[in-house]
């Protein structure tokens, strides 16, 4: 079976931020009929998207909770995020980060490159609204 990984960074009861690495399995379904079956999952409802563009110079070294829950897909460039817990991690080009700290003490995040990062990102929706990405 086939999964997709992404990681998760989240606000714990103390306000401490910390990441988590997480897959989702995804299963055979007719999504293009006649078409062979795909392999897909159903992810996190969602209410946008937007393109968000960082220049290599931009810091957010000052700690900072996520404005809304969101998923960055980056297309282009690195970013390194610092959790309040110490923790770095550095995400290129093709990865998926689930920002699901909106409280607490924040994280900061550092673009590690000249050319800047390029981020796909989709507004994760709230979770009562029950709209479905893939049924």
């Not at 007719?30 to 563009?53: M, R, T």
């Not at 991690?89 to 093709?94: K, S, V």
């Amino acid at each position: 079976m086939q999964t997709a990984r992404y990681v998760r960074l989240f606000t714990d009861a103390y306000g401490e931020t910390h990441f988590e690495d997480l897959e989702v399995q995804l299963k055979p379904q007719d999504f293009a009929p006649p078409a062979a079956p795909l392999n897909l999952a159903n992810f996190h409802p969602v209410s946008g998207s937007f393109w968000l563009g960082a220049p290599g110079e931009w810091e957010g070294d000052a700690p900072h909770a996520t404005p809304q829950r969101q998923i960055f897909c980056t297309i282009e460039g690195e970013y390194e995020i610092t959790t309040s817990d110490g923790e770095v991690r550095c995400f290129p080009a093709g990865s998926v980060l689930f920002l699901d700290d909106t409280t607490g003490k924040g994280h900061q995040t550092r673009i590690t490159n000249e050319r800047g990062a390029l981020v796909f990102a989709v507004a994760v929706a709230d979770e009562m609204d029950g709209s479905r990405a893939v049924e």
